[in-house]
């Protein structure tokens, strides 16, 4: 709102004499204009007597505009009603205090922008009568560091409570095959146990020492991709060949929940500038993946095709699904989706993390889409594909 419009009783107050005129009033001057706030000096009727360059500048007014102008015009329309209440109640009380005191306070350009205020109040008693010397603060840059601060403790408390999580997740990912690893120890140490029995006994310590190994291994991969330690060893790499190797990889845990898995045929050859160990670790981490949240007796699809120069990998289930809110999350470090009625998710929660970022050392991306829980989900990764070189390597 135009300031000339604001309030019309302020446009014809009479011209008064400055309270600061004479040797005084110039040295008031010189510290009014050297204060790195902006100050609007009051009557006591709420009319401005006096402003300092910085009040023009955080305005966008000038002085001019400003003199014998009720000080409401400095705010948003919404405070001004309460606000003169607010001013004649300090009139009645004149000691320098902050207005603040909690508040969320705004002011209003001329421009019609609001900005967060801090307002500090004095009083001043002049010969020609009571003031109120209204100091005021531009606030924007405190509050959004404010806002920085509340969100890096939220981060913060988030980031304590996935390490809780994470604990607790690998304690039980341990404690379940060295329980195993134990029960074995005492059947082979029994006397007249069998060979048979033994036979059993070995191949189950085979898993388990197995299964501890890649929980072993996944720490160890997070930890340098996210110190930068890992160094693809970059060759011409068949996506086929990839296949067949991350398929044999995801057998057990497809085998073992009774999954059907479809792989799709490869119309053409696709070949890429890849780690092709690291490539069927992207591969398979996802066939665990769907795995893992698919109930028994469901159907993983696996396809490869070539869209342009990008070589596009998918990998769909019929599983549980994802919820919306957790579409963005999936691939964050030990963030795992609830499974219903099964005990809860299995794993640390590292898989996808691994994906995501081998993936985006090859200068690719990795994407989930589903229509939410109970409609399955569908991971699609994307690389760079080259020529099929003259001398073919192979993963």
Request: net charge neutral.
């Amino acid at each position: 709102m135009e300031a000339n419009s604001l309030l019309s009783d302020a446009e014809s107050a009479p011209a008064r004499e400055s309270p600061f005129a004479g040797a005084p009033g110039r040295s008031f001057a010189g510290f009014l204009e050297a204060a790195p706030d902006a100050v609007v000096i009051l009557d006591e009727d709420g009319l401005i007597v006096r402003v300092n360059g910085q009040t023009e500048r955080l305005f966008g007014y000038l002085r001019e505009e400003l003199a014998g102008r009720r000080v409401e015009m400095l705010m948003p329309a919404r405070f001004r009603h309460a606000h003169v209440g607010k001013r004649l109640a300090y009139a009645m009380e004149p000691v320098a205090r902050s207005m603040g005191r909690g508040l969320e306070l705004f002011g209003q350009r001329k421009d019609g922008s609001e900005f967060p205020i801090d307002v500090s109040l004095s009083a001043l008693l002049p010969e020609a009568g009571p003031l109120v010397a209204s100091t005021i603060r531009d606030m924007t840059a405190q509050r959004g560091l404010e806002a920085d601060l509340r969100l890096r403790t939220l981060q913060l408390e988030q980031a304590d409570l996935q390490k809780d999580q994470f604990l607790a997740a690998l304690a039980h990912e341990f404690r379940s095959p060295l329980a195993v690893l134990t029960n074995l120890e005492a059947i082979l140490r029994s006397a007249g146990v069998s060979p048979e029995t033994q036979l059993r006994a070995v191949a189950a310590l085979g898993r388990q020492t197995a299964h501890m190994t890649r929980l072993t291994e996944d720490l160890l991969d997070v930890s340098r991709v996210r110190r930068g330690e890992v160094t693809l060893r970059r060759e011409a790499v068949d996506l086929r060949t990839v296949f067949l190797k991350a398929v044999e990889l995801g057998q057990p845990i497809i085998q073992a929940r009774k999954h059907r898995l479809e792989v799709a045929p490869f119309q053409q050859a696709i070949w890429v500038n890849g780690d092709g160990t690291r490539l069927v670790q992207v591969v398979a981490n996802l066939l665990n993946n769907a795995a893992k949240y698919t109930p028994i007796c469901g159907t993983i699809h696996l396809s490869a095709v070539r869209e342009d120069h990008v070589a596009a990998i998918r990998v769909r289930d019929n599983g549980i699904g994802i919820p919306a809110d957790m579409l963005a999350r999936v691939f964050d470090l030990f963030v795992q989706v609830t499974r219903q009625g099964e005990g809860g998710a299995e794993g640390l929660g590292l898989g996808l993390t691994l994906v995501r970022r081998l993936v985006e050392l090859h200068g690719g991306m990795v994407a989930a889409a589903s229509e939410g829980l109970g409609k399955g989900s569908e991971f699609l990764v994307r690389l760079p594909t080259m020529q099929q070189p003259a001398v073919a390597h192979v993963a």
